[in-house]
């Protein structure tokens, strides 16, 4: 896979980005999983201010497709919610709880997407406030931009900026991760009990992957808005599904792709209000996959995943379509647990049964070891890899 996922213009690593912005000016605590400034707003040296961006990504096509497919208007919301959940747990891994602020930026192509379609997503947005408020999380909706850029959008990118305002003796960045620290992942699949319907724990990384391995070559005909025109077409829906055809978990295959973002910040809220000076990181599996934690290492440390959760049916069903190397699997896709912390082994157990209490499977599935330089090693039933 890894040369179509070349060919398709999009990368697990994000190398361009990295080398764009390896001059800037770091923040305040060049580690940490967020970008930290000085409280610029409240020029209290206690207070630091957080901001980051992030969205849906090309899960919107799919959605776009679905609901062509069935009218089904529902998964407008779930791309709501994608773009507000690759914010907050951003925010989450250096002990952001809020309350936070937030506005979202849509850009559609106004001949595809009406104005239903908007007001899905944008009171899907502010629904999902008001259900996370439930669990004692704070966002409040500012607004943003909804733009008309036809000529620049084929259907439709949901986005969004967060941000909020911390103690700085709150925070938590990976300099304190050491040897000795176990790591916990969370579980991305199933349901939570703040959550609906199963999850596949899709998140909202390597979709355009998963979207061209799984669907039917008849997609590019029908809906030749759905992928871009330069693209050589045999990396263009290489797969044997509809979207609609059924799945071994209860939900089609569209809807499996699509299940929305699963959002940790109830059960980190409740994780940090008990133990947050045990927390020595915390890293959201999102972008690179299993081997995301790599980047955030203080030091020449290695970390062992050697106790991973079992990986759910959507993650199996992608790498038997596309053939791919179980290493890459681990490096584009979560596989099945989207979040990890690292932490003490007592604290470790305290944190899966906070898990546990909202519904999601979480175990201890590593180790921190010292080393000559940076590694993460992935020993599972598919193999053991190495990552530098």
């Not at 990368?11 to 605590?29: I, N, P, R, T, Y």
């Not at 944008?122 to 669990?135: P, R």
């Not at 808005?225 to 693209?231: A, G, M, Q, R, T």
């Not at 077409?233 to 599904?241: A, L, M, R």
Request: charged share 20%.
């Amino acid at each position: 896979m890894s040369n179509r996922y070349n060919q398709r213009g999009v990368s697990a690593q994000k190398e361009d980005v990295h080398k764009a912005v390896a001059k800037l000016d770091k923040g305040l605590f060049p580690n940490a999983f967020c970008k930290i400034y000085p409280d610029y707003w409240g020029n209290d040296p206690e207070f630091c201010n957080l901001m980051h961006a992030d969205g849906a990504g090309t899960k919107s096509i799919l959605a776009y497709m679905y609901w062509k497919e069935t009218g089904d208007m529902s998964v407008w919301q779930g791309i709501a919610i994608d773009s507000i959940v690759m914010n907050t747990d951003d925010l989450l891994c250096v002990g952001a709880t809020g309350p936070f602020t937030y506005s979202s930026t849509i850009g559609r192509n106004k001949h595809l997407i009406p104005g239903e379609v908007i007001s899905a997503i944008i009171n899907g947005t502010q629904a999902y406030f008001d259900e996370m408020k439930n669990y004692g999380i704070d966002i409040h909706f500012l607004g943003g931009e909804t733009a008309d850029v036809g000529d620049v959008v084929r259907t439709v990118i949901v986005d969004g900026t967060m941000a909020c305002r911390m103690k700085r003796s709150e925070l938590v960045t990976t300099e304190n991760m050491r040897p000795g620290d176990v790591v916990v992942s969370l579980a991305s699949y199933g349901q939570a009990t703040y959550e609906t319907a199963y999850n596949s724990g899709m998140g909202s990384n390597g979709l355009t992957s998963a979207r061209h391995e799984l669907l039917n070559k008849e997609y590019a005909r029908k809906y030749p808005e759905s992928v871009d025109p330069n693209l050589p077409e045999d990396v263009v829906y290489n797969g044997k599904y509809k979207l609609t055809d059924a799945t071994e978990t209860g939900l089609d295959v569209g809807k499996l792709i699509l299940s929305p973002t699963r959002t940790y910040a109830p059960v980190i809220l409740k994780v940090l209000q008990q133990h947050r000076e045990r927390i020595h990181g915390i890293i959201h599996c999102s972008g690179g996959g299993q081997s995301k934690c790599l980047h955030y290492l203080p030091s020449a440390l290695r970390v062992v995943k050697d106790n991973l959760l079992p990986i759910p049916p959507l993650f199996t069903m992608i790498q038997d379509a596309a053939g791919t190397d179980w290493r890459e699997m681990y490096q584009v896709f979560n596989m099945g647990q989207r979040l990890e912390v690292f932490t003490d082994s007592d604290t470790a157990a305290d944190i899966v049964a906070i898990a546990a209490s909202f519904g999601i499977e979480a175990q201890i599935s590593g180790r921190v070891e010292g080393a000559e330089k940076k590694e993460v090693i992935i020993d599972s039933a598919k193999g053991t890899f190495s990552y530098t």
